[in-house]
C-alpha cells in the first residue's frame, strides 16, 4: 500500500532538504530475534501527517516494529527522477535520499525498533492526496532497468543500518503488472546478495500465482475500513539458497504482523 500524496511538507514553512545529509554511526543495534512483533506503518515519520513522529510515540504505544517507505520517483516517460520531494523533504539526488533513509532506519533502530523497509515507486509530480498508481504500461520496461542501480543502492543502505526486513519495491504486481513484477523481482536477486535481514516480496493480491523464488516471505497488506488501519503480514516460503518452484501458491496462516 502506498501513502497517499507524499510532496506536501504537512508542517508549512520550508521543506527540509537531504542535500548536506550526513550519514549515521550504523553501531550499536543488530537484528535482534523477537518472539512477537508488533508495529505501525509510519511511511517516513513526517510531522504533521501522522499521530507518531518519533520512535518514542511508537514505543510509547507498546510496538517494537515500524514499517518506512522509501519512495523512488519516475517522469512521464518511466525515468528514474531527481531532484524530488518525498514526505516533505526535498532530496536532490539518489544518494541524499537513501541518506536520509538510512538515518531515519539509524534512529529507529538505536531506539531498540526492528525496522521493516520497502522501495515504493511513485510519481515525481504527484499532487497531495492522490494514492499512487500503476505505471503506464509503455514506461515500465524504462523504469525496472534504471532501478537496478537503485535497488543495488537500497540493499547496500538497508543492510549498513541492519533493516530487519527489506521489500526492495512494495508491491510490484500493482506497479508494474504481474509478469513484469516476476521478471523484476528475479532479476534483483543478485543485487541482494549483500543483506542479510529477511527479503520480502510484498504482494498486492493473492489471488495470483508470482514467482517468490529466492524470497524470505511473502507480505500481504490487509487494509481497514476507509484506509483507518493497516494489518501487513509476512508468511515465511523457502530460503533464498533453496531453487523452489517457478510459480508458488500463498499460504493461508500468516507469522509475522504489523498494524497500524
Known amino acids: ?4 500524496g507524499s510532496n506536501a511538507s504537512g508542517g508549512g ?14 553501531s550499536g543495534y543488530g537484528r535482534p530475534s523477537r518472539d512477537f512483533l508488533l508495529g505501525i506503518k509510519a511511511f517516513q ?4 501527517n501522522q499521530s507518531v513522529s518519533n520512535a518514542a510515540d511508537i514505543k510509547a504505544l507498546g510496538m517494537n516494529a515500524v514499517s518506512l517507505s522509501f519512495q523512488i520517483p519516475f ?3 518511466g525515468h528514474v527522477r531527481y531532484p524530488f520531494s518525498s514526505f516533505g523533504t526535498s532530496h536532490p539526488t539518489l ?16 531506539a531498540g525498533l526492528s525496522v521493516y523497509l520497502s522501495g515504493e515507486p511513485i510519481y515525481y509530480a504527484i499532487q497531495p492526496g ?4 500503476a505505471l503506464e504500461a509503455a514506461v515500465v520496461a524504462t523504469y525496472t532497468q534504471e532501478l537496478l542501480e537503485v535497488m543495488k543502492a537500497l540493499a547496500s543502505t538497508a543492510e549498513t543500518f541492519k533493516v530487519d526486513w527489506l521489500a526492495p519495491i512494495s508491491e510490484p504486481d500493482k506497479y ?3 509478469g513484469p513484477a516476476d521478471e523484476f523481482m528475479q532479476e534483483i536477486r543478485p543485487l541482494m546478495e549483500g543483506f542479510n535481514g529477511k527479503l520480502v516480496w510484498q504482494v498486492q493480491s493473492s489471488d495470483q500465482r508470482l514467482d517468490l523464488r529466492g524470497y524470505d516471505i511473502a507480505g500481504l497488506a490487509v487494509l481497514g475500513a476507509i484506509w483507518t488501519g493497516l494489518v501487513e503480514c509476512g508468511t515465511p516460503i523457502s530460503r533464498r539458497s533453496s531453487p523452489g518452484q517457478k510459480q508458488t501458491e500463498f499460504p493461508k496462516s500468516p507469522t509475522l504482523n504489523s498494524a497500524a
Do not use: W, Y
Not at 1 to 4: D, E, F, H, K, T
Not at 13 to 26: A, N, R, T
Not at 130 to 133: G, M, N
Open 45 to 48: 515519520l513526517q510531522p504533521g
Open 1 to 4: 500500500m502506498g501513502a497517499q
Open 13 to 26: 514553512g520550508e521543506s527540509p532538504d537531504s542535500g548536506s545529509c550526513i550519514p549515521e554511526d550504523p
Open 95 to 110: 544518494e541524499s535520499s537513501l541518506c536520509h533513509i538510512g538515518n531515519l532506519v539509524h534512529e529507529m533502530k538505536a
Open 176 to 178: 508494474f503488472g504481474p
Open 75 to 77: 517522469d512521464s516517460g
Open 130 to 133: 492522490v494514492e499512487p498508481t
